[in-house]
């Protein structure tokens, strides 16, 4: 069974701190995928990486970076946090391959930022 | 721009009956479609794809239809059942499209006993 985990289910954080989001997946996954969501707006993706040290932009990456040194761990940072980032974030992680896998997903942080 | 379109925020069925929900998408070049589940502070989970060279997937109570030329697609729940009440996301993506997928704004459905 595929786990995704995430290092917090709630956080809060104020204006201008540095936010770590951890995820971690156990299925030798080369894709994972960082999204957030918001009422109205569905999943966005934020960043996604298919190898170690290798990153892409996804549709809004503003504000954000991301670190992947570990196959199954894949960080999002948010460099210095505005209330404008409050929102629900998931981590999911999927297979790479010339066909297309389903991505499989942590259960969410939700981080609200004062 | 939105890419993937789900164009009902919410609906309602009585148990027991046909939940019906849509989607639609601009990109022609998507050739694998999804539909996730996502209940309430859990992340979405798989529940059942289907490939542009079909244009229908059934598995147990849940069929997806493809109509390609009108590049829309349906998710059948039949019969409904209240534990399928939750928010529903359907999602694109293709090769072409580097893999990355492209979601729904959602669909919450709840099913009334």
């Known amino acids: 069974d595929v786990k995704v985990t995430q290092s917090s289910r709630y956080l809060v954080k104020r204006t201008g701190e540095k936010v770590f989001l951890e995820c971690v997946q156990d299925m030798d996954h080369e894709n994972m995928f960082w999204y957030r969501q918001d009422p109205g707006l569905g999943l966005r993706l934020i960043y996604f990486s298919y190898d170690v040290k290798m990153k892409e932009k996804g549709d809004i990456p503003e504000g954000y970076s991301v670190s992947r040194e570990k196959k199954e761990r894949f960080s999002l940072i948010l460099e210095s946090a505005s209330t404008n980032q409050t929102s629900m974030y998931l981590c999911?992680?999927?297979?790479?391959?010339?066909?297309?896998?389903?991505?499989?997903f942590g259960p969410g942080t939700r981080l609200t930022v004062t | 721009d939105q890419q993937v379109k789900q164009n009902s925020p919410s609906l309602s069925v009585q148990e027991g009956r046909i939940s019906i929900l849509n989607c639609d998408y601009t990109?022609?070049?998507?050739?694998?479609f999804l539909w996730y589940k996502k209940y309430p502070a859990e992340g979405p989970t798989f529940l059942i794809s289907?490939?542009?060279?079909?244009d229908k997937n059934e598995d147990g109570r849940f069929t997806v239809f493809l109509n390609k030329s009108a590049k829309h697609l349906s998710l059948h729940i039949v019969p409904s059942q209240p534990g399928d009440s939750a928010v529903y996301f359907c999602?694109?993506?293709?090769?072409?499209?580097?893999?990355?997928?492209?979601f729904g704004t959602g669909t919450s459905l709840t099913v009334i006993p």
């Open positions: 289907i490939s542009s060279i079909k």
């Open positions: 999602a694109a993506s293709g090769v072409y499209t580097g893999n990355q997928f492209y």
């Open positions: 990109n022609s070049m998507f050739d694998y």
């Open positions: 999911a992680s999927s297979f790479l391959g010339q066909k297309v896998y389903e991505q499989y």
